[in-house]
């Protein structure tokens, strides 16, 4: 009993702690009651009223506007960039996040652009040629999975051209986030003001939102990913397979997107190289002949696919995750304001769920807030007291689900990137016996539909 009840005051104590120091932290919590009693009255007066306002028009924000409009309620969108901003070139969307797709309406439409991927080819370490293969469900215990490898700029298009016109407003930097009540006030760089029932984060890894929230920032897991897309107009010839090389510091692998687009991904520890320099990050060149130093001993066909990309296609990013217990303990819903996406479990790629995860926050959120402006209520109730509840509702079914995706995607990375012989002999009993199934395991996921 005693240490039931010593870890029960530890958990609270970490709970407590975290929230007092990070309100402290926060620079975005609320002026002071000199300043805001000062623009009290220009604020009232010059300022634009949105019901639903939506920070960050990535993956998680598009697919919220989307979800919301789904059902009825309108929403704006704010981007930061001048145009629909795309960063990487491809990713992975497991069951779950087709399942999100098919909620929103797109997921018939992006299932042919894409090939449904049917296991794993593995390549030997010592001699880097592909010498196994794995069924994704060799066992049957996934019946009816989904694997398929999209075009960013094919996911996000289509949803966009489901939006109604003006949906997303480009080129609007949120400067800061005030109070005005129960509002939410949000400055723009450009010195606008838009005034909120309910303000939405969705803006990626430095959100603005989360800082006002006073989630502590991701930190960096010591590790950079290196990526690329490529078309081969006659056709690439691979099977529908992940392509994959682990261990010796470096993780290697591709996939088909379609017959005719391959993308591929080679992530690493900058520290273990000695030849790493800081301009590799915006230097295409350095980045491709650094890939192909790593996969020498691999096949050629493994070596085309990087040897055949364009400079213009290839892209480096510095791998950064929530720290799991700021997901389980911290402010990821506050009153009226939320955050998803990256902006709440930014997490490494290792189980491909980044994104699945993103489109799983839209629909609950969606349906939560359509649940607050939607339904008919007996008696005048507050409707800020309804958006709080929606809000924790919504928090209350994504905060495990996201802790449970961060840790398990940074273990699987540990895992399958380590070096030494002890951690290689775990790679090739773990890999085989349990990484397929771990990864349809975390896919194997209902975010539900829009409408209860």
């Known amino acids: 009993m005693s240490i039931r009840v010593g870890f029960g005051h530890l958990l609270q104590y970490k709970y407590n702690k975290y929230n007092s120091n990070t309100h402290h932290k926060s620079p975005y919590k609320k002026t002071s ?197 490529v078309d081969f107009p006659n056709g690439s010839g691979l099977d529908p397979m992940f392509h994959v090389n682990f261990g010796g510091g470096v993780r290697f692998g591709f996939r088909p997107v379609d017959d005719k687009t391959v993308y591929w991904f080679c992530t690493f520890t900058p520290a273990e190289v000695p030849s790493y320099e800081e301009d590799w990050q915006v230097n295409p060149i350095k980045m491709k002949q650094f890939v192909l130093s790593s996969i020498n001993k691999m096949s050629q066909e493994a070596q085309d696919v990087v040897e055949r990309t364009k400079l213009s296609s290839i892209s480096y990013a510095p791998l950064k995750f929530r720290l799991p217990w700021n997901v389980l303990f911290g402010n990821i819903v506050k009153d009226n304001v939320c955050v998803a996406g990256d902006a709440l479990h930014p997490m490494t790629p290792d189980i491909g769920q980044g994104g699945c995860s993103s489109l799983e926050d839209s629909v609950v959120l969606g349906r939560c807030l359509g649940e607050v402006f939607l339904k008919k209520t007996n008696e005048e109730d507050d409707e800020f007291e309804r958006i709080k509840k929606g809000l924790e509702k919504y928090g209350k079914e994504r905060r495990w689900r996201s802790f449970n995706l961060v840790s398990v995607a940074y273990c699987v990375g540990f895992i399958q990137q380590s070096k030494g012989m002890m951690m290689s002999l775990l790679r090739k009993v773990w890999f085989s016996s349990y990484t397929p199934s771990a990864f349809l395991k975390m896919a194997n996921f209902d975010c539900g539909n829009l409408v209860c």
Not at 123 to 149: I, N, P, V, W
């Open 33 to 229: 009651n000199i300043s805001r009693n000062r623009n009290k009255f220009q604020m009232e007066e010059n300022h634009e009223d949105v019901d639903i306002l939506i920070v960050g028009a990535g993956l998680a924000g598009l697919t919220t506007a989307l979800s919301l409009h789904r059902l009825g309620l309108k929403s704006l969108v704010l981007e930061s960039s001048d145009s629909l901003r795309i960063t990487g070139f491809a990713l992975t969307l497991w069951t779950n996040a087709w399942r999100a797709l098919d909620a929103v309406g797109i997921g018939d439409t992006l299932r042919q652009k894409s090939t449904q991927m049917k296991g794993f080819k593995i390549a030997s370490l010592d001699t880097g040629l592909f010498t196994s293969e794995q069924a994704l469900d060799k066992d049957g215990k996934f019946e009816g999975y989904e694997s398929r490898c999209v075009r960013r700029t094919d996911l996000l298009e289509t949803i966009v051209n489901e939006l109604p016109p003006g949906t997303i407003r480009y080129s609007s930097k949120v400067a800061t986030i005030d109070e005005l009540g129960l509002f939410k006030l949000v400055h723009l760089a450009d010195g606008s003001i838009l005034k909120t029932k309910v303000l939405i984060g969705c803006d990626g890894v430095n959100s603005v939102v989360a800082k006002w929230l006073g989630l502590e920032m991701p930190v960096s897991v010591g590790r950079s990913a290196i990526r690329g897309l």
